[in-house]
Protein backbone atom coordinates (compact mmCIF):
# COMPACT_ATOMS: atom_id res chain seq x y z
CA UNK A 1 0.00 0.00 0.00
CA UNK A 2 1.48 3.13 -1.56
CA UNK A 3 1.50 6.03 1.01
CA UNK A 4 1.54 9.95 0.19
CA UNK A 5 4.15 11.75 2.55
CA UNK A 6 2.66 15.37 2.25
CA UNK A 7 -1.20 14.16 1.88
CA UNK A 8 -2.69 12.25 5.24
CA UNK A 9 -5.79 12.73 3.17
CA UNK A 10 -3.95 10.45 0.66
CA UNK A 11 -3.38 8.06 2.93
CA UNK A 12 -6.72 7.89 4.39
CA UNK A 13 -8.23 7.12 1.39
CA UNK A 14 -6.19 4.28 0.83
CA UNK A 15 -7.10 2.72 4.30
CA UNK A 16 -8.39 -1.16 2.94
CA UNK A 17 -11.95 -1.81 4.07
CA UNK A 18 -13.06 -4.15 7.08
CA UNK A 19 -13.81 -6.92 4.53
CA UNK A 20 -10.92 -6.46 2.21
CA UNK A 21 -8.46 -6.32 5.41
CA UNK A 22 -9.77 -9.58 6.64
CA UNK A 23 -9.88 -11.72 3.87
CA UNK A 24 -6.72 -11.70 3.22
CA UNK A 25 -6.00 -15.12 3.25
CA UNK A 26 -2.72 -15.10 5.96
CA UNK A 27 -5.57 -14.50 8.50
CA UNK A 28 -7.97 -17.53 7.20
CA UNK A 29 -6.65 -19.51 10.07
CA UNK A 30 -7.87 -17.14 12.63
CA UNK A 31 -11.43 -17.10 13.89
CA UNK A 32 -13.24 -15.00 11.56
CA UNK A 33 -15.22 -12.85 15.02
CA UNK A 34 -11.70 -12.02 16.61
CA UNK A 35 -10.05 -11.05 12.85
CA UNK A 36 -12.92 -8.27 12.22
CA UNK A 37 -12.83 -6.61 15.95
CA UNK A 38 -9.39 -6.34 16.47
CA UNK A 39 -9.84 -5.20 12.29
CA UNK A 40 -11.95 -2.41 13.39
CA UNK A 41 -10.18 -1.35 16.03
CA UNK A 42 -7.20 -0.92 13.87
CA UNK A 43 -8.37 0.74 11.48
CA UNK A 44 -10.07 3.08 14.00
CA UNK A 45 -6.66 3.64 15.26
CA UNK A 46 -5.25 4.83 11.69
CA UNK A 47 -8.15 6.55 10.97
CA UNK A 48 -7.86 8.76 13.80
CA UNK A 49 -3.80 8.74 13.67
CA UNK A 50 -4.02 10.52 9.97
CA UNK A 51 -6.61 12.61 10.19
CA UNK A 52 -4.91 14.29 12.67
CA UNK A 53 -1.96 15.26 11.22
CA UNK A 54 2.21 15.53 12.19
CA UNK A 55 4.53 13.11 12.97
CA UNK A 56 1.49 10.71 14.33
CA UNK A 57 0.24 10.43 10.92
CA UNK A 58 3.23 9.62 9.05
CA UNK A 59 3.75 6.88 11.26
CA UNK A 60 0.10 5.65 10.35
CA UNK A 61 0.81 5.75 6.83
CA UNK A 62 4.11 3.39 7.46
CA UNK A 63 1.74 1.01 9.22
CA UNK A 64 -0.22 0.50 6.42
CA UNK A 65 1.93 -1.03 4.44
CA UNK A 66 1.97 -3.65 7.32
CA UNK A 67 -1.32 -3.86 8.22
CA UNK A 68 -1.77 -7.62 7.75
CA UNK A 69 0.87 -8.27 9.61
CA UNK A 70 -0.06 -6.12 12.42
CA UNK A 71 -3.57 -7.69 12.37
CA UNK A 72 -2.09 -10.99 12.73
CA UNK A 73 -0.38 -10.04 15.77
CA UNK A 74 -2.65 -8.27 17.42
CA UNK A 75 -4.86 -11.57 16.72
CA UNK A 76 -2.93 -13.27 17.85
CA UNK A 77 -2.07 -11.54 21.52
CA UNK A 78 -5.39 -11.47 22.32
CA UNK A 79 -5.98 -15.13 21.83
CA UNK A 80 -2.86 -15.87 24.19
CA UNK A 81 -4.99 -16.60 28.20
CA UNK A 82 -3.73 -14.04 30.74
CA UNK A 83 -4.08 -17.06 33.21
CA UNK A 84 -1.86 -19.52 31.95
CA UNK A 85 0.79 -21.49 33.35
CA UNK A 86 4.56 -20.34 33.88
CA UNK A 87 7.95 -21.26 34.53
CA UNK A 88 8.93 -19.80 38.29
CA UNK A 89 12.54 -19.06 37.96
CA UNK A 90 12.85 -16.17 40.61
CA UNK A 91 13.18 -18.11 44.15
CA UNK A 92 10.48 -16.98 45.58
CA UNK A 93 8.45 -20.22 46.47
CA UNK A 94 4.90 -18.54 47.15
CA UNK A 95 5.13 -15.95 44.61
CA UNK A 96 1.88 -13.99 44.90
CA UNK A 97 2.01 -12.65 41.58
CA UNK A 98 2.36 -15.77 39.57
CA UNK A 99 -0.11 -17.85 41.76
CA UNK A 100 1.77 -19.04 45.64
CA UNK A 101 1.79 -22.24 45.82
CA UNK A 102 1.61 -24.98 42.43
CA UNK A 103 -0.84 -27.58 42.80
CA UNK A 104 0.20 -31.48 43.36
CA UNK A 105 -0.46 -33.00 40.11
CA UNK A 106 -3.41 -34.80 42.32
CA UNK A 107 -4.88 -31.90 42.81
CA UNK A 108 -4.69 -30.67 38.90
CA UNK A 109 -6.26 -33.99 38.14
CA UNK A 110 -9.02 -33.74 40.87
CA UNK A 111 -10.26 -30.12 39.49
CA UNK A 112 -10.56 -31.90 35.62
CA UNK A 113 -12.17 -34.51 37.02
CA UNK A 114 -14.50 -32.04 38.86
CA UNK A 115 -15.29 -29.57 35.90
CA UNK A 116 -18.27 -30.97 34.58
CA UNK A 117 -21.00 -32.40 36.66
CA UNK A 118 -19.75 -32.97 40.10
CA UNK A 119 -20.98 -33.75 43.66
CA UNK A 120 -20.73 -30.52 45.70
CA UNK A 121 -23.65 -30.36 47.96
CA UNK A 122 -25.50 -34.13 47.18
CA UNK A 123 -25.00 -36.95 49.35
CA UNK A 124 -23.89 -39.50 46.78
CA UNK A 125 -25.31 -42.68 48.46
CA UNK A 126 -28.97 -41.26 49.52
CA UNK A 127 -29.56 -38.20 47.00
CA UNK A 128 -30.73 -35.99 49.82
CA UNK A 129 -29.12 -32.48 49.86
CA UNK A 130 -25.92 -32.26 52.08
CA UNK A 131 -23.11 -29.64 52.94
CA UNK A 132 -20.73 -28.65 50.25
CA UNK A 133 -17.47 -29.18 52.60
CA UNK A 134 -18.39 -32.17 54.54
CA UNK A 135 -15.23 -34.17 52.39
CA UNK A 136 -12.73 -31.49 53.20
CA UNK A 137 -13.70 -31.01 57.16
CA UNK A 138 -13.29 -34.65 57.75
CA UNK A 139 -10.02 -34.52 56.30
CA UNK A 140 -9.04 -31.71 58.19
CA UNK A 141 -10.44 -33.29 61.39
CA UNK A 142 -8.28 -36.31 60.91
CA UNK A 143 -5.30 -34.08 60.54
CA UNK A 144 -5.61 -32.19 63.14
CA UNK A 145 -7.67 -33.52 65.69
CA UNK A 146 -10.31 -30.50 65.43
CA UNK A 147 -13.82 -30.98 66.40
CA UNK A 148 -14.93 -28.71 63.59
CA UNK A 149 -13.50 -27.20 60.39
CA UNK A 150 -14.96 -24.95 57.86
CA UNK A 151 -13.56 -23.91 54.28
CA UNK A 152 -14.14 -20.59 52.78
CA UNK A 153 -12.35 -18.59 49.44
CA UNK A 154 -9.45 -17.44 51.32
CA UNK A 155 -7.55 -16.18 54.56
CA UNK A 156 -8.59 -12.87 54.37
CA UNK A 157 -12.54 -14.05 54.34
CA UNK A 158 -11.94 -16.49 57.02
CA UNK A 159 -10.73 -14.10 59.34
CA UNK A 160 -13.55 -11.37 58.38
CA UNK A 161 -16.02 -13.96 59.04
CA UNK A 162 -14.69 -15.44 62.21
CA UNK A 163 -14.77 -12.02 63.66
CA UNK A 164 -18.28 -11.23 62.10
CA UNK A 165 -20.01 -14.10 63.02
CA UNK A 166 -18.58 -14.28 66.51
CA UNK A 167 -17.41 -10.94 68.21
CA UNK A 168 -20.21 -8.18 66.11
CA UNK A 169 -20.97 -5.28 68.60
CA UNK A 170 -18.50 -6.47 70.94
CA UNK A 171 -14.55 -5.55 72.01
CA UNK A 172 -11.67 -7.45 70.46
CA UNK A 173 -8.62 -7.11 72.48
CA UNK A 174 -5.49 -7.57 70.25
CA UNK A 175 -1.94 -6.34 70.29
CA UNK A 176 -1.05 -2.98 68.91
CA UNK A 177 2.02 -4.95 67.28
CA UNK A 178 -0.10 -7.20 65.37
CA UNK A 179 -2.31 -4.86 63.57
CA UNK A 180 -1.29 -6.09 60.42
CA UNK A 181 -1.35 -4.90 57.03
CA UNK A 182 -0.53 -7.11 54.05
CA UNK A 183 -0.83 -7.36 50.49
CA UNK A 184 -3.93 -5.75 48.90
CA UNK A 185 -4.30 -3.08 51.46
CA UNK A 186 -5.37 -5.72 54.12
CA UNK A 187 -5.38 -4.06 57.35
CA UNK A 188 -6.35 -5.89 60.52
CA UNK A 189 -8.28 -2.70 62.11
CA UNK A 190 -9.77 -2.26 58.93
CA UNK A 191 -11.71 -5.79 58.78
CA UNK A 192 -12.31 -5.77 62.48
CA UNK A 193 -14.23 -2.22 62.01
CA UNK A 194 -16.08 -4.19 58.61
CA UNK A 195 -16.82 -7.10 60.81
CA UNK A 196 -18.32 -4.87 63.04
CA UNK A 197 -16.60 -5.60 66.44
CA UNK A 198 -14.71 -2.74 68.93
CA UNK A 199 -11.00 -2.85 68.30
CA UNK A 200 -9.04 -2.80 71.69
CA UNK A 201 -5.24 -2.50 70.75
CA UNK A 202 -2.87 -3.24 74.44
CA UNK A 203 0.78 -3.15 74.50
CA UNK A 204 2.84 -1.31 72.55
CA UNK A 205 4.55 -1.59 68.89
CA UNK A 206 7.40 -4.19 70.04
CA UNK A 207 6.22 -5.48 73.45
CA UNK A 208 2.96 -6.35 74.64
CA UNK A 209 2.42 -8.00 78.00
CA UNK A 210 -0.11 -10.66 79.03
CA UNK A 211 -0.96 -8.05 81.74
CA UNK A 212 -1.89 -5.74 79.07
CA UNK A 213 -4.74 -8.15 77.70
CA UNK A 214 -5.86 -8.91 81.43
CA UNK A 215 -6.06 -5.14 82.55
CA UNK A 216 -8.17 -4.38 79.29
CA UNK A 217 -10.81 -7.06 79.67
CA UNK A 218 -14.29 -5.67 80.38
CA UNK A 219 -17.93 -7.07 80.74
CA UNK A 220 -18.00 -6.38 76.75
CA UNK A 221 -15.33 -7.95 75.69
CA UNK A 222 -15.63 -11.18 73.93
CA UNK A 223 -12.37 -12.19 72.74
CA UNK A 224 -8.92 -11.99 72.27
CA UNK A 225 -6.80 -11.93 68.92
CA UNK A 226 -3.71 -13.15 67.92
CA UNK A 227 -2.27 -12.61 64.46
CA UNK A 228 0.88 -14.17 63.20
CA UNK A 229 2.42 -11.03 61.87
CA UNK A 230 3.31 -12.79 58.12
CA UNK A 231 4.84 -10.10 55.98
CA UNK A 232 7.70 -8.87 58.53
CA UNK A 233 9.46 -9.49 61.46
CA UNK A 234 10.36 -7.95 64.43
CA UNK A 235 14.17 -8.04 65.70
CA UNK A 236 15.58 -7.02 69.07
CA UNK A 237 13.36 -5.82 72.54
CA UNK A 238 10.19 -7.51 71.34
CA UNK A 239 7.48 -10.54 72.60
CA UNK A 240 4.02 -11.02 72.71
CA UNK A 241 1.61 -13.58 75.07
CA UNK A 242 2.09 -16.97 73.57
CA UNK A 243 -1.42 -17.99 72.01
CA UNK A 244 -1.62 -20.60 75.34
CA UNK A 245 -1.02 -17.54 77.85
CA UNK A 246 -3.88 -15.93 75.95
CA UNK A 247 -6.16 -19.24 76.06
CA UNK A 248 -5.00 -19.58 79.80
CA UNK A 249 -6.17 -16.07 80.32
CA UNK A 250 -9.24 -16.69 78.12
CA UNK A 251 -10.74 -19.33 80.38
CA UNK A 252 -9.83 -17.81 83.67
CA UNK A 253 -12.37 -14.71 82.34
CA UNK A 254 -14.75 -16.09 80.11
CA UNK A 255 -14.03 -14.85 76.90
CA UNK A 256 -13.28 -16.02 73.50
CA UNK A 257 -9.47 -16.79 72.07
CA UNK A 258 -8.83 -17.07 68.68
CA UNK A 259 -5.71 -16.78 65.87
CA UNK A 260 -5.26 -15.60 62.70
CA UNK A 261 -2.46 -18.06 61.38
CA UNK A 262 -1.71 -16.31 58.31
CA UNK A 263 0.34 -19.13 56.28
CA UNK A 264 -0.38 -21.91 58.54
CA UNK A 265 2.41 -24.78 58.22
CA UNK A 266 0.03 -28.34 58.42
CA UNK A 267 3.43 -30.29 57.84
CA UNK A 268 4.26 -31.04 61.47
CA UNK A 269 8.03 -31.81 61.16
CA UNK A 270 10.96 -29.26 61.06
CA UNK A 271 11.50 -27.84 57.28
CA UNK A 272 14.94 -25.91 56.74
CA UNK A 273 14.46 -22.18 57.12
CA UNK A 274 10.98 -22.47 58.84
CA UNK A 275 11.61 -23.04 62.33
CA UNK A 276 9.85 -19.87 63.53
CA UNK A 277 6.75 -20.25 61.44
CA UNK A 278 3.91 -21.06 63.56
CA UNK A 279 2.42 -24.95 62.96
CA UNK A 280 -0.91 -25.58 62.97
CA UNK A 281 -0.47 -28.48 65.65
CA UNK A 282 1.18 -26.45 67.91
CA UNK A 283 -1.47 -23.86 67.70
CA UNK A 284 -4.29 -26.19 68.06
CA UNK A 285 -2.50 -27.73 70.98
CA UNK A 286 -2.71 -24.58 72.90
CA UNK A 287 -6.60 -25.48 72.21
CA UNK A 288 -8.08 -21.58 71.28
CA UNK A 289 -11.74 -21.30 70.33
CA UNK A 290 -11.00 -21.23 66.51
CA UNK A 291 -8.45 -20.25 64.21
CA UNK A 292 -7.35 -19.91 60.29
CA UNK A 293 -5.13 -20.12 58.27
CA UNK A 294 -4.20 -20.12 54.41
CA UNK A 295 -4.71 -23.24 51.88
CA UNK A 296 -2.34 -21.79 48.67
CA UNK A 297 0.36 -20.77 51.35
CA UNK A 298 2.64 -23.84 53.38
CA UNK A 299 -0.18 -26.21 53.25
CA UNK A 300 0.62 -26.13 49.41
CA UNK A 301 -3.17 -26.62 47.76
CA UNK A 302 -5.73 -24.08 45.87
CA UNK A 303 -6.70 -20.92 47.27
CA UNK A 304 -9.06 -20.73 50.52
CA UNK A 305 -8.96 -19.90 53.99
CA UNK A 306 -9.48 -22.76 56.73
CA UNK A 307 -10.88 -22.17 60.26
CA UNK A 308 -10.78 -25.05 62.59
CA UNK A 309 -11.89 -25.19 66.50
CA UNK A 310 -14.45 -26.70 68.52
CA UNK A 311 -18.20 -27.99 66.92
CA UNK A 312 -20.40 -25.31 68.21
CA UNK A 313 -18.17 -22.38 67.17
CA UNK A 314 -17.61 -23.85 63.97
CA UNK A 315 -21.24 -24.02 63.57
CA UNK A 316 -21.68 -20.71 64.98
CA UNK A 317 -19.30 -19.62 61.65
CA UNK A 318 -21.08 -21.27 59.09
CA UNK A 319 -24.46 -20.30 59.88
CA UNK A 320 -23.20 -16.52 59.61
CA UNK A 321 -25.15 -15.14 56.16
CA UNK A 322 -21.55 -14.19 54.82
CA UNK A 323 -20.57 -17.99 54.61
CA UNK A 324 -22.84 -17.66 51.19
CA UNK A 325 -20.63 -15.20 49.82
CA UNK A 326 -17.57 -16.98 50.98
CA UNK A 327 -17.92 -20.43 49.86
CA UNK A 328 -15.82 -22.38 48.01
CA UNK A 329 -16.47 -23.51 44.27
CA UNK A 330 -16.41 -27.13 43.73
CA UNK A 331 -12.96 -26.41 41.90
CA UNK A 332 -11.21 -25.43 45.17
CA UNK A 333 -12.97 -28.00 47.30
CA UNK A 334 -11.64 -31.33 44.45
CA UNK A 335 -8.11 -29.40 44.70
CA UNK A 336 -8.60 -28.86 48.73
CA UNK A 337 -9.60 -32.80 48.58
CA UNK A 338 -6.93 -33.92 46.52
CA UNK A 339 -4.31 -32.21 48.58
CA UNK A 340 -5.26 -33.41 51.88
CA UNK A 341 -5.03 -36.87 51.30
CA UNK A 342 -1.51 -36.42 50.25
CA UNK A 343 -1.04 -35.89 53.94
CA UNK A 344 -3.49 -38.24 55.05
CA UNK A 345 -2.24 -41.20 52.83
CA UNK A 346 1.02 -39.64 50.84
CA UNK A 347 4.44 -38.09 50.69
CA UNK A 348 3.76 -34.97 51.17
CA UNK A 349 7.61 -34.19 50.94
CA UNK A 350 7.60 -35.40 47.08
CA UNK A 351 4.11 -35.09 46.63
CA UNK A 352 3.19 -31.34 47.31
CA UNK A 353 5.74 -29.04 45.22
CA UNK A 354 5.86 -26.09 47.60
CA UNK A 355 7.07 -28.45 50.14
CA UNK A 356 9.27 -30.66 48.07
CA UNK A 357 10.95 -26.69 46.90
CA UNK A 358 11.14 -25.60 50.30
CA UNK A 359 12.55 -29.31 51.93
CA UNK A 360 15.66 -29.61 48.54
CA UNK A 361 18.90 -29.52 50.18
CA UNK A 362 21.96 -27.12 48.56
CA UNK A 363 23.77 -30.10 47.47
CA UNK A 364 20.76 -30.93 45.21
CA UNK A 365 19.96 -27.49 44.03
CA UNK A 366 23.45 -26.89 43.43
CA UNK A 367 23.32 -30.25 40.84
CA UNK A 368 19.98 -28.88 39.32
CA UNK A 369 21.42 -25.05 38.73
CA UNK A 370 24.37 -26.79 36.92
CA UNK A 371 21.90 -28.87 34.95
CA UNK A 372 20.35 -26.37 33.62
CA UNK A 373 23.49 -24.52 32.90
CA UNK A 374 24.77 -27.11 30.51
CA UNK A 375 22.13 -26.83 28.62
CA UNK A 376 23.02 -22.73 28.02
CA UNK A 377 25.99 -21.78 26.45
CA UNK A 378 27.72 -19.07 28.61
CA UNK A 379 25.88 -19.87 32.10
CA UNK A 380 27.60 -20.30 35.04
CA UNK A 381 26.67 -20.90 38.72
CA UNK A 382 26.21 -18.58 41.32
CA UNK A 383 24.92 -19.45 45.22
CA UNK A 384 21.93 -17.89 45.93
CA UNK A 385 18.91 -16.55 48.19
CA UNK A 386 15.96 -17.58 48.24
CA UNK A 387 12.44 -16.89 49.92
CA UNK A 388 9.25 -18.86 51.34
CA UNK A 389 7.32 -15.87 50.13
CA UNK A 390 3.31 -14.63 50.67
CA UNK A 391 4.04 -13.68 53.81
CA UNK A 392 5.82 -16.69 55.33
CA UNK A 393 9.05 -16.57 57.04
CA UNK A 394 9.80 -13.22 56.56
CA UNK A 395 13.17 -11.56 55.93
CA UNK A 396 14.57 -14.82 56.54
CA UNK A 397 16.44 -16.31 52.85
CA UNK A 398 16.95 -20.05 52.29
CA UNK A 399 20.59 -20.83 50.88
CA UNK A 400 20.06 -21.78 47.13
CA UNK A 401 21.92 -22.08 43.86
CA UNK A 402 20.63 -20.28 40.56
CA UNK A 403 22.11 -20.66 36.99
CA UNK A 404 23.18 -17.34 35.54
CA UNK A 405 23.19 -15.22 32.44
CA UNK A 406 24.84 -11.76 31.23
CA UNK A 407 21.84 -9.74 30.78
CA UNK A 408 19.19 -7.55 32.41
CA UNK A 409 15.83 -6.55 32.28
CA UNK A 410 15.19 -6.54 28.14
CA UNK A 411 16.16 -10.21 28.68
CA UNK A 412 13.66 -10.86 31.51
CA UNK A 413 10.76 -8.72 29.59
CA UNK A 414 11.27 -11.37 26.87
CA UNK A 415 11.72 -14.30 28.91
CA UNK A 416 7.94 -13.32 30.22
CA UNK A 417 6.70 -12.62 26.71
CA UNK A 418 8.25 -15.79 25.32
CA UNK A 419 5.57 -18.65 23.17
CA UNK A 420 4.87 -20.92 24.97
CA UNK A 421 5.54 -21.32 28.87
CA UNK A 422 7.05 -18.08 29.99
CA UNK A 423 9.78 -17.78 32.78
CA UNK A 424 9.49 -15.15 35.52
CA UNK A 425 13.49 -14.95 36.74
CA UNK A 426 14.98 -12.66 38.45
CA UNK A 427 18.13 -9.71 37.38
CA UNK A 428 21.01 -9.17 39.94
CA UNK A 429 24.14 -7.13 39.75
CA UNK A 430 24.02 -7.44 35.47
CA UNK A 431 23.20 -11.10 35.42
CA UNK A 432 19.75 -12.86 35.06
CA UNK A 433 18.95 -15.61 37.80
CA UNK A 434 16.83 -18.80 37.58
CA UNK A 435 16.88 -20.10 40.92
CA UNK A 436 17.08 -23.79 41.03
CA UNK A 437 14.64 -24.26 45.02
CA UNK A 438 11.93 -22.80 42.61
CA UNK A 439 12.39 -25.14 39.18
CA UNK A 440 11.54 -28.61 39.19
CA UNK A 441 13.95 -30.90 37.78
CA UNK A 442 11.29 -32.09 35.19
CA UNK A 443 11.18 -28.80 33.89
CA UNK A 444 14.53 -28.33 33.09
CA UNK A 445 14.83 -28.88 29.76
CA UNK A 446 11.90 -26.80 28.64
CA UNK A 447 13.25 -24.15 30.47
CA UNK A 448 16.05 -23.97 28.88
CA UNK A 449 14.16 -23.98 25.57
CA UNK A 450 12.12 -21.15 26.65
CA UNK A 451 15.62 -19.13 27.78
CA UNK A 452 16.72 -19.85 23.93
CA UNK A 453 13.95 -18.78 22.43
CA UNK A 454 14.15 -15.03 24.20
CA UNK A 455 17.38 -14.89 23.24
CA UNK A 456 19.04 -15.71 26.47
Not at 29 to 55: T, W
Amino acid sequence: MPRSESDPLAALRQLPSVEKLTRDERLADLPRALVLREARRLLDELRSALAGGGAAATAAADRLAGAVAELRARCQAAMRPRHRRVFNATGIVLHTGIGRAPLPQQAVDAIVAAAGSAVVEVDPLTGERDQRELGVAALLRDLTGAEGALVVNNNAAATMIMLAALTAGREVVVSRGELVEIGGGFRMPDVMARAGCRMVEVGTTNRTWLRDFEQAITPETCALLKVHPSNYRLQGFHGTPSLAELVGLGRARGVMVMEDLGSGLLWQPDLPGLADEPKVAASLAAQPDILCFSGDKLLGGPQCGILLGSKAVIARVRSHPLYRAMRCDKLTLAALEATLRIYRDGDPLQEVPTLRMLSALESELKVRSQQLADLLPGACILASESFAGSGANPARPLPSFATALRGGDDLCDRLRAVDGVPVFARVAEGRVLFDARTLLLEDLGAVADAIRRAGG
